[in-house]
């Protein structure tokens, strides 16, 4: 089993800056890869970003790429997504998740809330 917790999620004004944070344990080896998806208001959960474990390449949503960045820190178990330049279309609450086989997306977290105000 694979355990996931976000934080960094709060209230910030357009143009803003947050870090969202997550925290793995457990089976980390049983995860290819990790990502951050997200979930507004009456809308249905979206991709984000993700990496995988081997390797450096990572993948964007259109919507995010030149103002979000995933990253990680191994030493700590830690994922994080970057996110600048905020827009109110990206309130919502955002979820970690872990991959145990390419294309599926098994291990999540309880989310963490963004709102971005104008």
């Known amino acids: 089993q694979v355990q996931l917790v976000e934080s960094g999620g709060g209230l910030v004004q357009a143009g803003g800056s947050l870090r969202l944070s997550c925290v793995v344990s457990?089976?980390?080896?049983?995860?290819?890869?990790m990502a951050w998806f997200r979930q507004a208001p009456g809308k249905e959960r979206e991709f984000v970003a993700a990496f995988k474990w081997s390797g450096s390449i990572t993948n964007y949503a259109d919507s995010v790429k030149g103002r979000f960045t995933i990253s990680r820190d191994n030493a700590k178990n830690t994922v994080y997504l970057q996110m600048n330049s905020l827009k109110p279309e990206d309130t919502g609450v955002y979820y970690c998740?872990?991959?145990?086989?390419?294309?599926?997306?098994?291990?999540w977290g309880q989310g963490t809330q963004v709102i971005v105000s104008l």
């Open positions: 998740a872990g991959g145990a086989t390419i294309g599926t997306w098994t291990y």
């Open positions: 457990g089976c980390i080896s049983c995860t290819y890869g």
